[in-house]
């Protein structure tokens, strides 16, 4: 499949400009937002990733709790994403305008699914704490583990790429020789798929959702587990570790980014009885569609 225009795609209705969003400036950017990355940036490591690989896994049919995904929804109410410099707003009512977006716009319900489902990771505050960075529903609580760009791993951290780079140095492993090189612990052009971003809900939900066998295609699967890399997708760092298709995935995640960024609003007509009588029953088709109705595997 081949992506849309990017240049042909309506937003929902905002009050911002596309230049007024994701500003981050360390003189002006919140407080919070700014102790969110640079916690990130000096606990995000190769060894962190590793860990949460482990405890996250689902091999071997492990899993942490069955819960549909309307349970999971509920879980999500309150929660308020600390890295986000543009939305105050529950995470949940960020989930429902990128969808509603993604579906006015026209796109295939594949991908009005992927607007609804993408930033469900965070549900790993149920099983984390403020040491691995996921300790819950408040913007004063640390999460730097569950939401945020992602950077690879493993090798150099790009300084003309990532937001905050003056917090780069902080990492332990730019001073391991085997991590700080340009290519790092990988080979040249080893594909997209072989590199580990920062720990966080993109992986997470992206091994939940292949765990549960669900029928996304593969275009909904990678703009999950990408959406926030964007030193990758918005900065075209770590072109020395492509495969020549990666490029044409990135063009569905940066397609993807559109909605996830711009519909951002604080528009709450979406929650509350608008959500259970109009859009739920929408949603709940889908997700029996596409193999996620019921209680699944977390």
Aim: aromatic share 14%.
């Amino acid at each position: 499949m081949r992506p849309p225009s990017i240049k042909s795609i309506q937003t929902n209705a905002t009050t911002k400009k596309e230049e007024e969003f994701r500003t981050y400036n360390i003189t002006e950017t919140s407080e919070r937002v700014i102790q969110h990355y640079k916690d990130m940036r000096t606990y995000q490591t190769v060894e962190f990733y590793n860990r949460m690989e482990k405890k996250y896994s689902f091999e071997n049919g492990a899993y942490r709790r069955l819960m549909t995904i309307e349970e999971a929804f509920e879980e999500l109410e309150n929660y308020i994403d600390a890295s986000d410099p543009d939305m105050d707003q529950p995470n949940l009512l960020h989930l429902l305008q990128t969808a509603e977006g993604i579906r006015k716009a026209g796109h295939p319900d594949w991908l009005v699914l992927v607007g609804l489902l993408h930033d469900v990771g965070k549900i790993m505050f149920l099983w984390g704490d403020g040491a691995d960075g996921q300790d819950g529903y408040s913007p004063n609580g640390k999460q730097w583990a569950l939401g945020g760009d992602t950077f690879v791993v493993g090798c150099l951290i790009p300084n003309d790429s990532v937001v905050f780079p003056e917090f780069n140095q902080l990492n332990p492993d730019m001073a391991n020789p085997h991590y700080n090189t340009h290519y790092g612990m990988y080979e040249p052009n080893c594909g997209l798929d072989q590199l580990k971003f920062a720990w966080g809900h993109d992986e997470y939900m992206y091994r939940m959702l292949v765990a549960n066998e669900c029928s996304i295609p593969r275009e909904g699967l990678d703009m999950i587990r990408y959406h926030s890399a964007y030193p990758w997708h918005d900065k075209g760092a770590y072109d020395h570790l492509m495969k020549p298709d990666d490029c044409e995935r990135m063009k569905w995640v940066q397609l993807f980014n559109k909605y996830d960024l711009y519909t951002k609003d604080g528009n709450n007509e979406l929650r509350g009885e608008k959500m259970k009588e109009e859009l739920w029953p929408f949603y709940l088709e889908l997700l029996e569609k596409y193999g996620l109705g019921g209680k699944l595997k977390w």
